[in-house]
C-alpha cells in the first residue's frame, strides 16, 4: 500500500518495550493490529543433556540458533556452575547479532555469525570456517524443542555428528486466535510491522509457522525501532527500514 497514505495499519507486538508506542499511535487515531508475543518455557534437561554441558570439551562445534536458545543455554550453565571459560575451546556459531549480543552479555565471543539465516547460507559460513571437511566433527546444536533445522541434516550429510539440544518450548496463550492473524496477514490487512525486540521476528514466525514469512508479508512495510533489530530482520532477509513516527 502507499506510503503516501495519512492512515496506515500497523502491526505491533504486544510486549513491554511497545506500550508507549501503541498508546501513541492509538492516540494519533492510527489503526492498530497487535500480535501475540511467543512465550518460552524453559526445559529441564535430561542427565545425559546435562552431562553434555559438563563435559563441553567433548564437542567441536556450539550453534546456538536464536536469542531465545541462547538465553536459556546461558542460564542452564549458571545453574550447573560451569563457568563460561569452557566454551573457549570450541568454535562458537550464533545464527545472527542479536544472539551474538547475548552471547557478549557473559563475555563469550561468537566465531561465526552467518550473515544471513536461510540455512544453505549458515551451513557455507560454517563449512568454510571449518576449512570444507566436516567429517566426525563433533556439534551440539541448541534449539527450541519442535523447531525443524534443515541445517542439521546437512551437517550430518557432511558425515559431522551432531547432537540436538532443546533448552526450550515456544507457544502461545491458549485464547490467542492464530487463524485470525495468520489470515489478516496473508490477506494484506496490515500496511506496515514494526519490530522492536529480536523476539519479535520470532513470535511472527511462529505466528505464520509452516508458512513462508517472507511471501506472507512481501507487499508488507518492514521496519525496525533499532540497530540489532534492523540487522535480525536483514538476515531474516528482509528490507527492513528504520520506523519514525510523529
Not at 95 to 110: I, K, S
Request: net charge negative; proline share 2%; charged share 25%.
Amino acid at each position: 500500500m502507499s506510503d503516501l497514505e495519512i492512515k496506515k495499519t500497523y502491526g505491533l507486538f504486544d510486549n513491554r518495550f511497545n506500550k508507549k508506542l501503541i498508546a501513541d499511535l492509538k492516540q494519533g487515531g492510527e489503526e492498530l493490529l497487535v500480535f501475540p508475543t511467543v512465550r518460552a518455557n524453559k526445559m529441564d534437561l535430561s542427565a545425559p543433556e546435562k552431562n553434555w554441558l559438563e563435559n563441553l570439551s567433548a564437542f567441536e562445534w556450539l550453534i546456538l540458533t536464536d536469542v531465545f536458545a541462547a538465553d536459556y543455554f546461558i542460564e542452564s550453565l549458571s545453574e550447573l556452575e560451569i563457568d563460561f571459560y569452557e566454551l573457549d575451546a570450541l568454535t562458537v556459531c550464533a545464527l545472527g547479532e542479536a544472539v551474538a549480543d547475548r552471547l557478549r552479555f557473559v563475555q563469550v565471543h561468537a566465531d561465526v555469525i552467518p550473515s544471513k539465516t536461510a540455512d544453505d547460507l549458515i551451513f557455507s559460513a560454517i563449512s568454510n570456517y571449518a576449512g570444507a571437511d566436516l567429517k566426525d566433527v563433533d556439534f551440539l546444536v541448541v534449539r527450541e524443542k519442535n523447531a525443524s533445522l534443515a541445517l542439521i541434516e546437512m551437517l550430518r550429510k557432511e558425515n559431522a555428528a551432531v547432537e540436538e539440544l532443546a533448552v526450550y518450548t515456544a507457544g502461545f496463550a491458549d485464547d490467542v486466535e492464530l487463524t485470525r492473524f495468520k489470515t489478516l496477514l496473508a490477506g494484506g490487512a496490515v500496511d506496515e510491522i514494526v519490530f522492536s525486540t529480536p523476539e519479535d521476528l520470532l513470535s511472527l514466525k511462529f505466528l505464520l509457522s509452516g508458512a513462508d514469512v517472507k511471501s506472507v508479508l512481501n507487499e508488507t512495510r518492514i521496519s525496525a525501532t533499532s540497530d540489532v533489530v534492523y540487522q535480525s530482520l536483514q538476515e531474516n532477509g528482509f528490507r527492513p527500514l528504520y520506523f519514525h513516527h510523529k
